[in-house]
């Protein structure tokens, strides 16, 4: 199993094999699931009370020694549901700090997936209302394909049409069927580049589709309005 969403919304790798280890167990005391995960001691009992804290698993009393339960796992996303809502009661102030500061970055640098999806937010939420990429590779599907829908379903609905630059080996996903808003052309079949470039309002997005993909983003109002330059002379030269 994939455990990695689990790190993710915050679960570290102790509280990972506890949990895990209890699910298969139903109902078992601490010495069941230090034997089960291969945890210290010391750790487990740790373990074990965050995740009641977190309210992912529950206890009750065999005599006078305590047992523990497994909650069920759709428990979990009413723990992400509450994290949204306590973050979203603190997120204007945040953005009220970002707006208020001195210094504005000019570029930024991502690294992973995750990393690149958080790129690509940045470019969704930077105005405009034309969304031009060219240079989209196979390896970008590394991202899903239903977050690459979801992307541009939320892309059309702010009215911002995209006109879609993609390599020969794109051609099979069919994007122009599956993304509302768009129009997609096709490079000629041959050498296809990792790099894709994305380019909306005044920033830039430029990313390297490798193993572990690197994004750059730029903020740049004359380097956007030369990208995009370069982007309309590729645009005609482009095949349907």
């Given at each position: 199993?994939?455990?990695?969403?689990?790190?993710?919304?915050?679960?570290?790798?102790?509280?990972?094999?506890?949990?895990?280890?209890?699910?298969?167990?139903?109902?078992?005391?601490?010495?069941?699931?230090?034997?089960?995960?291969?945890?210290?001691?010391?750790?487990?009992?740790?373990?074990?009370?965050?995740?009641?804290?977190?309210?992912?698993?529950?206890?009750?009393?065999?005599?006078?020694?305590?047992?523990?339960h497994s909650g069920n796992p759709e428990n979990i996303l009413n723990y992400i549901d509450d994290k949204k809502k306590q973050f979203q009661e603190i997120l204007p102030e945040l953005l009220s700090k970002q707006k208020s500061s001195k210094e504005k970055p000019v570029s930024a640098t991502f690294e992973g997936i995750r990393g690149i999806k958080e790129l690509l937010f940045e470019l969704l939420e930077a105005g405009g209302k034309e969304h031009h990429t060219f240079g989209s590779a196979k390896e970008s599907l590394m991202l899903g394909d239903a977050f690459w829908v979801?992307?541009?379903?939320?892309?059309?609905?702010?009215?911002?049409?995209?006109?879609?630059?993609?390599?020969?080996?794109?051609?099979?996903?069919?994007a122009e069927k599956k993304y509302p808003k768009s129009e997609v052309r096709y490079t000629k079949e041959g050498f296809e580049p990792l790099t894709e470039t994305i380019i909306r309002n005044d920033k830039i997005g430029i990313i390297i589709w490798t193993e572990k993909p690197i994004g750059v983003l730029i903020h740049n109002k004359a380097a956007a309005e030369s990208y995009d330059q370069f982007f309309e002379t590729m645009w005609k030269l482009a095949k349907k």
């Amino acid at each position: 199993m994939d455990t990695k969403i689990l790190e993710d919304i915050g679960l570290t790798n102790a509280e990972i094999k506890v949990y895990l280890a209890l699910l298969e167990l139903g109902v078992a005391g601490a010495g069941q699931l230090i034997e089960k995960s291969g945890l210290q001691s010391s750790v487990v009992h740790n373990t074990i009370n965050n995740l009641i804290n977190k309210g992912f698993i529950s206890f009750s009393l065999k005599g006078k020694k305590r047992v523990y339960h497994s909650g069920n796992p759709e428990n979990i996303l009413n723990y992400i549901d509450d994290k949204k809502k306590q973050f979203q009661e603190i997120l204007p102030e945040l953005l009220s700090k970002q707006k208020s500061s001195k210094e504005k970055p000019v570029s930024a640098t991502f690294e992973g997936i995750r990393g690149i999806k958080e790129l690509l937010f940045e470019l969704l939420e930077a105005g405009g209302k034309e969304h031009h990429t060219f240079g989209s590779a196979k390896e970008s599907l590394m991202l899903g394909d239903a977050f690459w829908v979801s992307y541009h379903k939320k892309r059309a609905e702010k009215g911002i049409k995209a006109e879609l630059i993609f390599n020969e080996s794109l051609r099979f996903w069919k994007a122009e069927k599956k993304y509302p808003k768009s129009e997609v052309r096709y490079t000629k079949e041959g050498f296809e580049p990792l790099t894709e470039t994305i380019i909306r309002n005044d920033k830039i997005g430029i990313i390297i589709w490798t193993e572990k993909p690197i994004g750059v983003l730029i903020h740049n109002k004359a380097a956007a309005e030369s990208y995009d330059q370069f982007f309309e002379t590729m645009w005609k030269l482009a095949k349907k």
